[in-house]
């Protein structure tokens, strides 16, 4: 993946943003915790952030997803981890099924409005009992005359609380795991659809996170995604968007962890010298960079076969990995030579500990990514039947 003098200035635009409209208010932000999604999201959509890999049809760049993980690695630098999700969610998991596989209606219903920062959209897959197995989900979608009844939970939806609409996973019959699942567009403001209180979360404090409940709710069965019954096909393939979106974005997050390392340890002095100066110190930070460089190419290599149209499961999936386990040894290791002040609870390093900590469990957990890598080595064992 090249980047192009257009990708480097979708890069310049979406840094500007960040450092204007985003970075003044993060501690603002994070102190409520939650950020205001309508207000910010009308921003970006009038700038065409939040369609930058979407048809020209709905209102979109119509550019193709290198551009979409060039704008995430500048995402990376918002100075903490719910902000950066948040768009991820309404960017590459919730509406990119809308835009391959929607219907006229749906496109024009719930995609352009997503497109153009008019409508927040959360996507529905997680429940208390199924998490990173989707296969395990019971919400249920029941058809009844032109509509589906909808009953069941689903469990840490990002952006819930400020959502117009969530992209639903649903079981719409009695078949196999794999061929009974349908995604759902379901607006949130119909009857039978509430809401627990904000979930109390370790980090990501400024994003919004709640349960949701559905209680015969109805919803026209011309909101449903694609044809019915190829709800888990569609959910994998928006996930390989969001294992690599994921990945790149902290990859400008990580490095902010090194770079503000560099410059504490610069003006901190120990035993008459620079804490920088000592050589277990710059040569860890080495280390960090390299490994945060390593990744970029591994990111880019994935995108790359992905425009090609090749298969890029494995390669996402490493990726994924790599960057939830890397997260945690950067913002480890440079929280360590702050100090006692890396340990306050306002500073960046501390926050990114604790907000990068979810990269290894959330969006399929590392134990999830190994497996399906072993799967593609040909190494996972089989279970008995």
């Known amino acids: 993946m090249i980047l192009t003098q257009e990708h480097k200035e979708l890069k310049r635009t979406v840094r500007n943003f960040v450092e204007n409209e985003i970075n003044p208010y993060v501690e603002q932000w994070e102190k409520e915790g939650i950020f205001p999604a309508k207000e910010l999201f009308k921003k970006m959509g009038d700038l065409g952030l939040l369609g930058i890999s979407k048809p020209e049809s709905a209102g979109g760049m119509g550019l193709d997803f290198s551009y979409e993980m060039a704008a995430a690695e500048e995402f990376g630098g918002i100075l903490c981890g719910g902000v950066p999700m948040a768009i991820g969610v309404q960017t590459c998991m919730a509406t990119p099924a809308l835009a391959r596989f ?4 749906v496109k024009e219903t719930f995609l352009a409005p997503a497109v153009a920062g008019d409508m927040v959209a959360c996507i529905g897959v997680s429940e208390p009992g199924a998490g990173s197995d989707v296969a395990a989900i019971k919400t249920t979608a029941v058809k009844d005359g032109d509509d589906y009844i909808i009953n069941g939970t689903k469990m840490w939806i990002t952006n819930s609380t400020q959502a117009d609409f969530v992209c639903l996973l649903a079981n719409t019959s009695d078949d196999k795991a794999h061929k009974n699942k349908s995604l759902i567009v379901v607006p949130l403001d119909l009857e039978g659809v509430s809401f627990s209180e904000k979930l109390d979360k370790l980090g990501m404090r400024s994003s919004d996170t709640a349960q949701i409940f559905f209680d015969n709710v109805r919803v026209p069965q011309k909101n449903l995604i694609g044809s019915e019954g190829a709800g888990f096909m569609m959910q994998m393939m928006q996930f390989q968007e969001e294992r690599m979106y994921v990945a790149a974005m902290s990859l400008k997050a990580m490095e902010v962890c090194v ?40 990111v880019y290599q994935a995108c790359e076969g992905y425009l090609n149209k090749e298969d890029m499961t494995r390669l996402a999936s490493m990726a994924k990995l790599k960057s939830g386990r890397l997260s945690r040894e950067v913002t480890d290791a440079c929280m360590q030579y702050w100090g006692g002040m890396g340990f306050m609870w306002d500073n960046v390093v501390a926050r990114f500990y604790r907000d990068n900590r979810l990269g290894s469990i959330g969006g399929g957990a590392d134990e999830i990514m190994l497996g399906i890598i072993c799967k593609y080595m040909g190494i996972l064992p089989t279970r008995a039947k």
């Open 259 to 298: 770079d503000s390392t560099i410059e504490y340890t610069r003006e901190r002095h120990t035993f008459g010298q620079p804490v920088l100066n000592n050589q277990v110190v710059h040569f860890r930070l080495a280390e960090l960079q390299t490994e945060i460089e390593s990744l970029r190419c591994m």
């Open 102 to 105: 929607g219907s006229d209606y």
